[in-house]
């Protein structure tokens, strides 16, 4: 009876695209080889999908490339050759970790030049402090009475 | 009818606002008391009418009045009535009259309490205020009206996307618009001092509170979102570096330094130039992020080039606003009284120091984000920057400002000692040490970044807490007395604590998830059982449960451990007849602060069901942690030296307290 159920329930659902990404099926049985191939994915995009990668997307096409990824791992290639392989069957666009090229040095470089250009723009201030406080220092005086008991005045107010 | 009054009362807004943004700067500028005394007036009447209108759309939302094209396109009226309203801004239309009605909420705010304001700051603050809502209440009337007809109404509306009917993201939105539009004060205020040519000591006591309030908001807004993906999208991603987040994270970060560098304008009057430009920074970003999420320009370049109207409009206010304000500020700022300098070892140096890094880490973000977009327009090449990229260069800028943010509430004003500081933190830093060497230990290899990373967490929260305890005196004298200093301290001093904890805590959580997440994925039939770490899930079958506009498909779990039954979980797919879609709906069994997270895949044709199992591992933190940052806004916020409208002489004790 239960089982019965199971197949009514799952001929009403059969229509619903599924919401799961690595399929069991998938799934490699050397443990290993499986490691390799989840990190790889979380490295490529599904290019149907907004910025998913293969290895959270439930997308045909994620499952297709999934597969494929497995496959030539299987086959013996490196990290790095199932990657260049992938590059040159989609593009650089499969890639969510863009390589540095010329074309995305300010990509890259970007975030490094905003801290260097912000670490020398507060030196220049500390430089500028140094020889205003220097220049202060110079022209310091000495408090007048009258000057010294105000201040104490005013600090005693402050207090109360 | 209801509609139609709606849209009047819309157009009647943009009236007062024209009013609102002209009058009263004219005002400001021949000196006319009269003048500028109307902006109050014309703020609050703008805010009743966009009031008004909304409440006119929300009126049609209830009433499920499908002959009105929104409410037709996103409603139906077999929907529980909470997301019948949050279907008002689960759109676009909806969510831009949400826009504009919190955006003169704050008007009216302003217009409220800004009695202690100088006359002539206030007009020129409410006129700047009623200029963006000038441009947004345009967009809307022009571009995306909510109130448009349908001359044939059907029966029958199409609904609102199920992944959007969640009590999350019912909430979510006008959490994350209260703190996207709240920067619009700060943005107001800092366009006000450009436009008059001073800071008066008003700016600075009204600015802080009210960046501090949005950064609430935006840190709630983005937690809460964050969890809600987490648990709708089925496989326990918590972010994504998803240009949609980013859009929300950017103006945070901008938010957060705003927050550090208004302090310094505050106690020690300095940075007061770098202060109004971050201001103007954190409210471009916010439309920016309002240009990104809405103009549909995320998904593709030529998606933009298709149905240009809305983009270009948005992408016109962008220019109108920040290209105008940054103008502005190149040919104003000179002319600002630079305030005090100060020693680069003091707490002012290290906030230096800690919108260094934020506003790098700010524009990492923004490179990351747009980066494809240009690279697409200029060239026509297409390339994807992703998570990886992100987690490359997020997190290097991010380590340093760890290790810093324990010396900042140490250091004194002025002139600080990092070394006397430095021994205050031995503390902390043998915490941090020693936990390294615990999880080094625990792990037995692995990457030796995991071990740091929680050491650094653990650092963080101790640092936090320490001049808690130094000052009460905690483990030195009685604990009654202890408990007595505690409650002396000032609320703000509480506030750090607990905001530069939970930022530790945060870290925790996403350390844990990141490394000791466990994961399954099998097929199973009814009578079989999956296990994961100690707990064991026996699947015990499915049934079907009927729901006001939906049918769930759901998956009975036992839960034991140890063979001994905590619970059962019941994950099921969700499927919507009206849109003929179905979502996955995940369960979640919370154990201490981690969680066991059960999702359904596919039925396949024998008769087993594909599911995934996670054990999360400290998950719950990240969110833990947010939720402690916020009650370390709020208790700041409540400080009494902070609060809009104190008396005077609270703040100048305060300024001549010696360092805390």
Known sequence: MRSLCLIIVLLTVAAVPCAIAVEPDEVLSD?????????LSKELRCMVCQNQSIDDSEAPLARDLRILVRERLQAGDSDRQVI???????GEFVLLRPRFSWHTAVLWLGPAAMLLIGGCAVLVLVRRYRTNSAAAANGQQELTAAEAARLSDILRDGER | MIAEFGHYALVLALALALFEASVPMVGARKNDPVLMASAGPAALAQFCFVATAFAALTICYVRSDFSVLNVFENSHSAKPLVYKLSGLWGNHEGSMLLWVLILSLFGALVALFGGNLPARLKATVLAVQASIAVAFILFILITSNPFLRIPEPPFEGRDLNPILQDPGLAIHPPLLYLG?????IAFSFAIAALIDGRIVAAWARWVRPWSLLDWLFLTLG???GSYWAYYTLGWGGWWFWDPVENASLMPWLAATALLHSALVM??????????ILLAIVAFSLSLIGTFLVRSGVLTSVHAFATDPTRGVFILAILVLFIGGSLALFALRAPMLKQGGLFAPVSREGALVLNNLFLVSACATVFIGTLYPLALEALTGEKISVGAPFFNATFAPLFVPLLIAVPFGPLLAWKR?????VAQRLVGAAAIGVITVAVVFAMEGGGPILVPFAV???LYVIAGALMEIVERTGLLKVPVATAFARARGLPRSTWGAAFAHAGLGITLLGVIGETQWSLERIAELKPGQSISIRRYDLHFDGVSTRQGPNYRDLAAHFTVRRHGELIGVMEPAKRSFPSRGTAVTQTALMTRGVSQLYLSLGDPNPDGSLAVRLYYKALVLLIWLGAVVMVIGGALSLSDRRLRVGAPRPARSKAALSPAE
Do not use: H
């Open chain 1, 84 to 90: 260049d392989f992938l590059v040159a069957r989609y």
């Open chain 2, 455 to 457: 050491g650094l967490a």
């Open chain 2, 222 to 224: 983005i937690a809460m």
């Open chain 2, 180 to 184: 996207y539009v709240g920067l619009s």
């Open chain 1, 31 to 39: 443990a290993a080889l499986e490691a390799r191939a989840r990190a």
């Open chain 2, 416 to 420: 600080g000692d990092v070394l006397g």
């Open chain 2, 266 to 275: 505050e106690k020690r009057d300095a940075l007061k130039v770098w202060t």
